[in-house]
């Protein structure tokens, strides 16, 4: 029976190759694009957890206490290093401010940062943080402050110096133009010497290796490992955590590539239906012929899906190398169009990707492809154990 | 009894047209015969050998095999019956192109799940009885018509059903070839014991039949027994 379904395939060889060939072609379609997809949500979890880390220490409850109980001692670092040797930590200090121009103050978000830090490189693209205070541009406009003028800061409830005149070293462009509007950053002594001494409202940290979306779980292990080691009012969050959006966009987004894959498929579906219904109606007497010399309509429904499947199985072979070929120099890096990776990369999107397939997503193709070829074998299947023996026989091809 | 048919009635329905196929035929088969059902074009013979193997319903009356109702019987277990009961060789078109001679003739034994070896064999066997053993590995389109028959019939030898039912078998050969098809099958009837039922219109191959059944426009009109 599989021989007879294996040769019955091949007579038709041109129809059955091209068959196979839109199958292989939708299986590394899909396998490309998952690649392709994993390749952007990694660029965006890079670029994403090099401006908010991977894991953050704060205080508990940090948004419902007063100013002055959200800082913790910078000491703690010695602790994180301690437990996650290895990792790059960086403290952050939060503080509001008001910030006086010639004619008007404003209220800002005072940051202070590590110079030189992972931090101040993504968040200031550049910008010297060394010789004095970096204003978001729209905050400088607002002022009518430039590179070199000098700017007073009031920070109330200050546990430190409270206040202090400094020069404006840079202006900055951030993506959120709410944030450019309020964002004013020093070096982290100087923000500590004159908020809170000592202290830091984040210790930020960099796991080393950790460069996928995917590698969530090692994020996991080392929060509880390091949750357990902190003194009691500190708590670890994960970025998922930080900004609980981003990760569910992620999983909308693949979900989304996974339906575009599904779409391909049933379009595969009905290509394949069309094949199996064609050699089906060249051989309505054969079917005749099968069934008087005893086939039963079960095991004639069971030839047409062996040769659909069979079919469908020589192209998602086909697909898988093919497919996994371009993977695998998807893989080695890429760089989108000039163009392309232009506007994107407004969006953080780093100008080298790297293709990435799951286990699931592979499985998930061939089981789309196995799901096409059985939904379009059946119907034609159907048909043919439905055949009348005596009728087909006298069927003449019109 | 092998095969009895009582009142046995088909009208062919086709939109409002009605063809009258067969008009209530009494026939009973003994296992052993060799009998020819004999008519013009038209008279219902494929009709008849069609109802007795089951490949289709009666309109009207029985069709039994030894103890079984045929046309009581649902669509898979006719398929059944014939595959363990009953051969068929048809005018052409017999066998399945993509199969050998051999695998031709051992088709029905790895329908009834034999093992290779064994039905290799047996159809090895039915291919040599019938002087196509030296061309056991070629393909339909590699033979002649007549071969083709031949390896047709080697199948249901080497199924050895109870009943072969075949429908002109020789009506696509030449005169030659069409009287060797009928004398082999006729030695098989002696020398094996196979019961055959088949229809023919050519007057000079009722010579070899030992009972005549004549049909015309779907009733026994007579019959003859040498
Ligand atoms: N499927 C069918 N639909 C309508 N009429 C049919 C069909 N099959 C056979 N007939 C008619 O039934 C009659 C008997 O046909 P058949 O049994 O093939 O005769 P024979 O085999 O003796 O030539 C003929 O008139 C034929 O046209
Ligand atoms: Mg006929």
Known sequence: MIALAW??????????????????????????????????????????????????????????????????????????????????????????????GERRSEPALLTGLEPGGRLARSLLKGAPLEGGAVLGRALAVRLQKRPGDLVYLYLPEALGEGSGLLPVAATVELLEKNEERAFLALPLATASRLAAPGMVSELVIFLPGVVRFSQQARLELAQRRLSAALPGGLEVLRWDQTVPGLSGMVRVFHRMMLLFV??????????????????????????????????????????????????????????????????????????????????????????????????????????????????????????????????ALRYVAA | MLVRTQNLAKIYRQGKVETPALRGVDLAVEAGEF???????????????????????????????????????????????????????????????????????????????MPPRERNRRAHEALQALGMAELANRRPSELSGGQQQRVAVARALAARPRLVLADEPTANLDKKTGLRLIETMRRLNREAGMTFVFATHDPRLLEHARRVVWLEDGRVVGEERR
């Open chain 2, 35 to 113: 009998t020819a059902v004999a008519g013009p074009s038209g008279s219902g013979k494929s009709t008849l050998l069609h109802l007795i193997g089951g490949l289709d319903l009666p309109s009207e009356g029985e069709v039994w095999l030894e103890a079984t109702r045929v046309d009581r019987l649902s669509r898979a277990e006719r398929a059944r019956l014939r595959l363990y009961k009953i051969g068929f060789v048809f005018q052409a078109y017999n066998l399945i192109p993509v199969l050998t001679a051999l695998e031709n003739a051992a088709f029905v034994l790895e329908l009834r799940g």
């Open chain 1, 262 to 391: 599904g779409i391909f498929f049933l379009l595969a579906a009905l290509i394949l239906l069309n094949t199996v219904y064609l050699s089906l109606s060249e051989r309505v007497r054969e079917f005749g012929l099968l069934s008087a010399l005893g086939m039963t309509p079960g095991r004639v429904f069971l030839l047409v899906y062996l040769e659909t499947l069979m079919l469908t199985l020589v192209g998602a072979l086909l697909g898988l190398l093919l497919g996994g070929a371009i993977h695998l120099r998807l893989a080695r890096g890429f760089a989108l169009p000039p163009e392309v990776a232009e506007s994107y990369a407004e969006f953080g999107l780093p100008p080298v990707l790297y293709g990435e397939l799951h286990r699931q997503d592979v499985l998930l193709v061939l089981l789309f492809a196995l799901a096409a070829a059985l939904l379009a074998a059946f119907w034609p299947a159907f048909l043919a154990a439905r055949l009348e023996p005596a009728r």
């Open chain 1, 7 to 100: 040769r019955n395939l091949w007579r038709a060889r041109a129809r059955s190759l091209l068959t196979a060939g839109v199958v292989a072609l939708v299986v590394a379609l899909g396998l490309a694009l998952l690649s392709f997809t994993w390749a952007a949500v990694n660029g965006y979890f890079a670029t994403f957890t090099a401006r908010i880390g991977h894991l953050v220490v704060r205080v508990e409850n940090y948004e419902k206490r007063p100013l002055v109980e959200r800082v913790f001692p910078a000491g703690t670092r010695a602790e994180v290093l301690r437990v996650l040797p290895g990792a790059g930590v960086e403290g952050r200090l939060l503080w509001p401010a008001l910030v006086a």
